[in-house]
T-cell receptor, first 117, second 114 residues
């Protein structure tokens, strides 16, 4: 089955710097790659996602890149701010069907990002 | 838009006591619903998923059970809690968009078993 590895587990940056979180996946059939942000005491919130037919997607200060050949995808946050501090999870969807187990996302173990003012 | 209601938000229970966490969703019909658990400082573990009323599948053997008595209601239960059941429980709504299963998480219920 699908396996998602996420690195680093913790990341500390200065405000204004960029942050990059990387994930690799094992199932070449995976075609959907979302990123979630979880603030302390809250449920994860979807911040950006990318499909396998796209190599890069950007939304203001965040961007995601996907390399299907190498089976890895990354989250890039530019001009980091203290409110970006949170745990970030990547995930991969192992096939085209949604619903039930077939459509379940496989999550990475998370990256705790700390942005120092 | 879809809304997930999950309660209670926090719960402290003694070992051996029963548990009932409830989740209801609005703004959608026939949703896929999930229960995830997040232990302290750890990742997201899928516990149960449901594609319809009365249809429950379990991903891992455990002390918990789930039920779906109505289309937009999902319940997580236990007859006797263990210390290891402590964690942050998340009700999740899954919706298909262009062949992808997009998950929306509820606010979570924090369970502490003493």
């Amino acid at each position: 089955g699908e396996n998602v590895e996420q690195h680093p587990s913790t990341l500390s940056v200065q405000e204004g710097d960029s942050a990059v979180i990387k994930c690799t996946y094992s199932d070449s059939a995976s075609n959907y790659f979302p990123w979630y942000k979880q603030e302390l005491g809250k449920g994860p919130q979807l911040i950006i996602d990318i499909r396998s037919n796209v190599g890069e997607k950007k939304d203001q200060r965040i961007a995601v890149t996907l390399n299907k050949t190498a089976k890895h995808f990354s989250l890039h946050i530019t001009e980091t701010q203290p409110e970006d501090s949170a745990v970030y999870f990547c995930a991969a969807s192992p096939n085209n069907n949604y619903g039930g187990s077939q459509g379940n996302l496989i999550f990475g173990k998370g990256t705790k990002l700390s942005v120092k003012p | 838009s879809q809304t997930i209601h999950q309660w209670p938000a926090t719960l402290v229970q003694p070992v051996g006591s029963p548990l009932s966490l409830e989740c209801t969703v609005e703004g959608t019909s026939n949703p896929n619903l999930y229960w995830y658990r997040q232990a302290a400082g750890r990742g997201l573990q899928l516990l149960f998923y449901s594609v319809g009323i009365g249809q429950i599948s379990s991903e891992v053997p455990q002390n918990l059970s789930a039920s779906r008595p109505q289309d937009r209601q999902f319940i997580l239960s236990s007859k006797k809690l263990l210390l290891s059941d402590s964690g942050f429980y998340l009700c999740v709504l899954g919706q298909g968009y262009s062949g992808a299963n997009v998950l929306t998480f509820g606010a979570g219920s924090r369970l502490t078993v003493l």
